[in-house]
């Protein structure tokens, strides 16, 4: 019986729909294009029990040739076609044909795509039972060819939609292929349908990348204080945020120079209002692709105005933040705009004459102040100054928001896609719900789902600084992370030591050799393991399953050579989101991460330090990493002059340092220990 599976071609900002999704179901085999997915798909997808696949390694050698030669012969009857179409009296067949021409070149680019992306597809659905399709576009190659392979398989296909159509859809965007379309709101819905696309292909949902300023509209003042320590801007002035534009050349009118054109109507605007003594902190806020060009482009902007270079700011971060805590957002013609409508910050759109050509993009119930280029000045001071003005536009855009976002933004937009794609799948089974002790206490037969187990951590192989000829990795999972310490160092022999059956095998095909079962059940010397002669020993988040790691270190200690290394990795149980979660009266055990079910010790640096001392070894180096939950505070704490108070919902910590504030905010600590030649020999 095949595996369940989906393909999903959905974007970063959709993930947590996604992530739902799979949550709603038994795992299941999540099938991606790697050229297109984002990082953290791999953590969703082994964080919900599930088996990520992508569709470039369905592929074989063999496979990959005989595309190869396909491609070729189809250019080849394309090619053929053409001067089959020559007028005999027409110009000599030497003279280009700039149609020909064109075709041929887009064949070049994309039928290579489009053909290993369809074999692969073909595969896959061999393999494995698609319940469903799901992409963010349709409408470009990848998307395209994709959903139309899904539709000629009869597998549902849903088009979660990356934007509004502000306009109605036109050129390549007016067609719509999957059967559903998850539409943000009302607006994004009615250009279709006056395309004559039936409401019943459509279904409001809310954008997911939007479920933040549910919570976001509530701490203008917090996303203000991160800004003001990240940007270093002057507090007690008002921030105008100005989101940047491209062109996406999609037809005739487009104009290829509206970023140029837009950002220097904007930074003018700027210079005149300062000019009238009205002071504020200028934000460009760029999309992150294009801040190569972006970056050098707005300082050339502001040579050519004379402008101060210190009053603007670009980033190509932080979007939503900006959003949140900006005093006015200027936009062109953009989904930021509506962004800004959600974030309760007032918004204005700078028209040009693309954006007029294809049609007013909000109505005058919106709140949103539409304005041309001469205007732009006028408009950002009335915003700034007056006050009915602001709230005018602040009261109407809250009436309006659930028109653009459905729900106004109500945080439920990821649900309603989850549901969404759970309807349209076919025969999914529903997930039983297991609570974590059911799942993760039986580590020796658990499934290797979890991308913990299956992915080695460069940081590791890093910290040697030795050149190990042997090497053994306890609790070596999959055997990723002495593989990558095996290929920083050629010519040397891995051994690994794991309990999990599954995980051991796959370790197997990596290491040297693979020892089943716990370290305590091993006399390494019986096994092949001299005394002396490990240089490099790796304990990757495994002291702390132990019952006696402290007797662990004390007998690896005669094995390791006298140039030999180890390395730790150990979770931080001083780590101010779990000590806030204390505090409220949590200690949730989990499947992964500080609280995993299976953890029985627990550490903090003091301890850790002390454990290394107090088993003979002398600590080299200690690195942290810092716990993505508590980035933000990291980073908005960066420049505060210590000691210090922290304060959180329920906790108060009084006069911490520096040193403390990075061991407060690190998820685990890494390790580098030698053998202490001066220290008592332990028992």
């Not at 709101?185 to 006056?194: A, T």
């Not at 949902?205 to 203000?224: E, F, H, I, M, Q």
């Amino acid at each position: 019986m095949k595996q369940k599976a989906i393909v999903s071609l959905l974007w970063s900002t959709q993930l947590e729909a996604l992530q739902q999704f799979l949550m709603m179901h038994e795992p299941m085999v999540v099938i991606a294009h790697a050229g297109s997915a984002s990082t953290e798909l791999p953590q969703i997808v082994a964080g919900t029990g599930g088996t990520l696949v992508w569709l470039d390694s369905l592929l074989d050698l063999q496979s990959t040739h005989r595309i190869g030669t396909e491609i070729e012969q189809l250019k080849g009857g394309f090619e053929d076609y053409f001067r089959s179409l020559r007028d005999p009296n027409g110009p000599s067949p030497d003279t280009p044909n700039p149609l020909a021409t064109l075709i041929t070149e887009s064949l070049t680019n994309d039928l290579p795509l489009a053909v290993r992306l369809i074999e692969s597809l073909k595969i896959a659905a061999d393999q494995y039972e698609i319940a469903l399709f799901v992409t963010s576009e349709d409408v470009t190659g990848l998307g395209k060819v994709a959903t139309a392979w899904a539709k000629s398989r009869g597998i549902p296909s849903l088009h979660v939609a990356h934007s509004i159509a502000l306009v109605d859809p036109y050129t390549a965007h007016d067609q719509l292929l999957a059967d559903k379309l998850a539409v943000y709101g009302r607006r994004g819905m009615e250009g279709y349908l006056d395309l004559g696309y039936p409401e019943e292909r459509m279904v409001l949902t809310g954008n997911p990348a939007w479920d933040c300023y549910v919570g976001l509209r509530g701490k203008k003042s917090t996303c203000r204080e991160f800004l003001n320590e990240k940007y270093r801007f002057k507090a007690d002035l008002p921030v105008v945020v100005f989101g940047t534009t491209y062109s996406a050349n999609l037809s005739a009118h487009c104009n290829e120079h509206v970023f140029t054109d837009s950002l220097t109507v904007f930074i003018a605007a700027c210079e005149t209002l300062k000019r009238k003594g009205l002071k504020f902190n200028a934000v460009i806020k760029d999309r992150a692709a294009n801040q190569d060009f972006g970056a050098q482009r707005c300082n050339q902007i502001l040579a050519e105005l004379q402008a101060t270079g210190g009053d603007y700011f670009y980033s190509v971060d932080d979007t939503r933040v900006f959003a949140a805590a900006a005093d006015v957002l200027v936009a062109v013609d953009s989904n930021y705009l509506v962004e800004g409508m959600l974030a309760h910050t007032p918004v204005i759109n700078l028209l040009t004459s693309t954006g007029m050509l294809a049609g007013p993009c909000f109505e005058s119930e919106a709140g949103v102040m539409e304005v041309e280029s001469s205007e732009l000045t006028d408009a950002i001071q009335a915003v700034l100054t007056n006050e009915s003005v602001r709230e005018g536009m602040l009261w109407m855009t809250r009436q309006r928001a659930s028109y653009y976002n459905h729900c106004d933004g109500d945080g439920g937009a990821s649900l309603r896609v989850a549901q969404t794609m759970a309807g349209m799948a076919l025969q999914l089974p529903r997930r039983i719900q297991r609570f974590v002790w059911q799942q993760y206490l039986d580590v020796e037969t658990a499934d290797v789902a979890d991308i913990y187990h299956t992915t080695g951590r460069p940081q590791l192989a890093a910290m040697y600084t030795n050149k190990p000829a042997v090497i053994l990795d306890v609790g070596c999972a999959a055997g990723s992370n002495a593989a990558l310490i095996k290929q920083r160092f050629p010519g040397s022999r891995a051994w690994g030591i794991e309990m999990n059956h599954a995980a051991a095998q796959l370790a197997q095909s990596k290491l040297d050799r693979v020892l089943v079962g716990k370290f305590e059940d091993f006399d390494l010397e019986q096994e092949g393991i001299a005394k002396g002669t490990l240089d490099a020993v790796l304990l990757a988040d495994v002291l702390e399953h132990m019952y006696n790691p402290w007797d662990v270190m004390v007998k690896l200690r005669s094995y390791i050579s006298p140039t030999g290394q180890l390395v730790l990795s150990i979770p931080n149980v001083r780590n101010l989101w779990l000590m806030d979660q204390l505090s409220k009266g949590n200690w949730t055990y989990e499947g992964q991460g500080l609280l995993d079910i299976t953890h029985i010790r627990f550490f903090t640096l003091k301890e850790i330090l002390k454990f290394c001392s107090e088993t003979g070894y002398r600590v080299v180096r200690v690195e942290s990493s810092i716990d993505g939950r508590l980035q933000p505070f990291w980073n908005l704490h960066q420049s505060a002059t210590a000691p210090f108070d922290i304060n959180t919902d329920r906790l108060t910590l009084k006069g911490v340092t520096r040193d403390e504030l990075l061991e407060l905010c690190a998820v685990q600590f890494y390790l580098l220990l030698e053998k202490d030649t001066a220290a008592p020999v332990v028992a």
